[in-house]
């Protein structure tokens, strides 16, 4: 089976930043992208971001432009989320997912189409 572990979550300041990891692990036999999403308390989970296999195509709510990156690393069963300008209204817990349709230019907004996902990592924003 398919597993996926999310970290560096954790407790920061309005205005600060933090970085999320996600990794993949288990039998994946074909390109993926992977997306990253988000659900406070009270809330529906929301997608935040998502990059395509190789990371050249990229995707962000509109929530969070200008101040998130997401990226794939050099090993492509990873995936990195930089928060910077981090505001209350981020804290959440954050998903990683992978999509179930395969392509090195494939991405997606829809939760619907990531088949894996990861346990999530807590992210508190004080003000």
């Known amino acids: 089976q398919v597993q996926l572990v999310e970290s560096g979550g954790g407790l920061v300041q309005a205005g600060g930043s933090l970085r999320l990891s996600c990794a993949v692990s288990g039998r994946t036999f074909s390109t993926y992208g992977m997306g990253w999403f988000r659900q406070a308390p009270g809330k529906e989970r929301e997608f935040v971001a998502a990059?395509?296999?190789?990371?050249?195509?990229?995707d962000y709510a509109d929530s969070v432009k200008g101040r998130f990156t997401v990226s794939r690393g050099i090993l492509k069963n990873t995936s990195y989320l930089q928060m910077n300008s981090l505001k209350p209204e981020d804290a959440a817990v954050y998903y990683c997912?992978?999509?179930?349709?395969?392509?090195?230019?494939?991405?997606?907004?829809?939760?619907?189409?990531?088949?894996?996902w990861g346990q999530g990592t807590q992210v508190t924003v004080s003000s």
């Open positions: 997912a992978k999509t179930r349709n395969s392509g090195n230019y494939y991405i997606s907004r829809n939760e619907y189409d990531y088949d894996y």
């Open positions: 990059a395509s296999w190789s990371g050249s195509i990229t």
